[in-house]
């Protein structure tokens, strides 16, 4: 027995339960329009006091919670009303599924703390939901560990949350965030603790995500976000951080991601870890976009045909000096081989560089190097994205630089160590801006099966510069 299968013998004259549920229950009333045929589900639902707070005799309404003991207490509260529809279940989230495509509403008040992976909790209720349903989430406000002194914090996994954190987590799986509000201030222990209410509408269940490490400065999801919205197609595109790309593949299909784009330090990862890859991606051996199809997880290279188109505005482009030897250096060379671009490939050190001597690329390390005459210089490393680093030596960089007409670097959306030292010696300079949208659009063709024209291009540079 745990101590809720206890507690529930009282659980109903206890005066702070009563006012935490009366206040979110008024408060989802005033949002929300509970219609006569919704389906609802309470999770963690306690004796009951959201379920039979939002409902009547009409409704359908199923509870779930892992204590044996409230279960009970609510089924015999429902037998007492007659509430014929009205039943609890014991459930455990951790184990279990929740039955897909089924609920216009879930409620779950005061039983998230008790969840260690709220990721997992917020996936399986936009699964139980149908596409226009509601989630309603009450719980702590992040405090201090003191809420549930009196029973040692005995199966708390959260001292509450930090709601705007929360609100972006319940948002990346497809939910827009209708109201997000303090409803009710408990207190206890000589303390205030407030609790918040987030009502969020599921939108769609269609997502594509855009895994990497770093991913929080990505522009992707607004630049695909305003292409799908420009041809109406039902999907989001969001972020996701990953931290281990050997995961990527499980994490793809564990999200039900109908697509997504792979930035750095995954790249290679994603091609090694795809059921099936496509195109030149076999020769680079890196791939940058994941799509569903037949059930298998198939990946392709747009980063190549991205780095052309974007390079064109230099006008004719002969003779390049690549930075790195990571998944976009070799997507860059191989692109840049197959347009007989000579291109030379330069790493601090010698054990990258297997690749591109195989594929009779011209390389060169650090200590081998030699200045010579390029044309463009091209940073094709993270150096600069989120430091003040330069992508190779100066005493290397700036005598090449002195004699190249243009600078180019992957990295997007500021002017990069790099990419100063090359404007200081008058290059023409670019960022890696025009590279993602070309990527970006050839990935969106891909996400859609559809052919991207002008004006879905256009609404995608006007999203990614907003």
Not at 73 to 81: G, P, R, S, Y
Not at 161 to 170: A, N, P, T, Y
Not at 178 to 188: A, L, P
Request: with cysteine.
């Amino acid at each position: 027995m745990n101590r809720f299968d206890e507690a529930a013998k009282s659980w109903d004259s206890k005066p702070s339960s009563v006012a935490i549920a009366k206040a979110c229950v008024e408060n989802i009333n005033e949002i929300i329009d509970v219609k006569d045929d919704f389906k609802i589900l309470d999770y963690g639902c306690g004796t009951g006091l959201i379920a039979f707070g939002l409902s009547n005799a009409k409704h359908n309404v199923l509870g779930m919670d892992y204590s044996k003991g409230m279960v009970e207490k609510f089924n015999e509260k429902a037998k007492e009303l007659n509430y014929e529809n009205v039943k609890a279940i014991q459930h455990n989230i951790n184990e279990e599924n929740l039955p897909k495509n089924e609920f216009d509403l879930i409620a779950t008040s005061m039983t998230l703390h008790h969840i260690l992976d709220t990721n997992m909790f917020v996936r399986k209720c936009k699964e139980a939901l149908k596409v226009g349903g509601y989630l309603c989430i009450n719980d702590l406000v992040s405090e201090d560990g003191t809420f549930h002194k009196k029973h040692n914090n005995d199966g708390v996994e959260h001292f509450g949350f930090d709601v705007k954190e929360l609100c972006e987590k319940i948002y990346n799986h497809g939910f827009e965030i209708i109201e997000s509000k303090v409803v009710h201030t408990d207190y206890r222990n000589e303390k205030d603790y407030p609790i918040f209410q987030i009502i969020a509408k599921l939108t769609t269940k269609n997502l594509i995500a855009i895994f990497g490490n770093p991913v929080a400065h990505s522009k992707s999801p607004q630049m695909q976000n305003a292409g799908l919205k420009h041809i109406n197609f039902d999907a989001k595109y969001i972020k996701h951080h990953l931290e281990n790309g050997e995961t990527i593949k499980d994490v793809f299909n564990q999200n039900e991601y109908i697509g997504a784009n792979i930035t750095v330090p995954h790249k290679e990862h994603a091609y090694a870890n795809a059921d099936i890859v496509e195109g030149l991606a076999n020769k680079i051996k890196a791939v940058n976009t994941f799509i569903k199809k037949d059930n298998k997880v198939v990946a392709y290279n747009t980063d190549a045909p991205g780095f052309i188109k974007a390079i064109e505005s230099f006008g004719d482009v002969k003779n390049v000096l690549l930075l790195g030897a990571g998944g976009t250096a070799k997507a860059i060379s191989l692109a840049l081989q197959e347009n007989n671009i000579n291109v030379t490939v330069l790493n601090r050190s010698e054990g990258k560089l297997e690749f591109f001597k195989n594929e009779n690329i011209e390389c060169s390390t650090w200590d081998s190097f030699k200045v010579q005459y390029f044309d463009l210089v091209v940073n094709s490393t993270s150096a600069g994205l989120k430091d003040e680093y330069l992508p190779a030596p100066i005493e290397i960089l700036e005598p090449v630089l002195k004699k190249v007409s243009f600078a180019f670097d992957c990295v997007y959306g500021k002017i990069t160590p790099f990419l100063a030292l090359a404007k200081q010696n008058n290059c023409e300079i670019k960022d890696g801006e025009d590279m993602l949208l070309y990527q970006g659009v050839l990935a969106f063709e891909l996400f859609t099966d559809t052919k991207a024209d002008e004006a879905v291009v256009e609404a995608m540079r006007k999203g990614l510069k907003n």
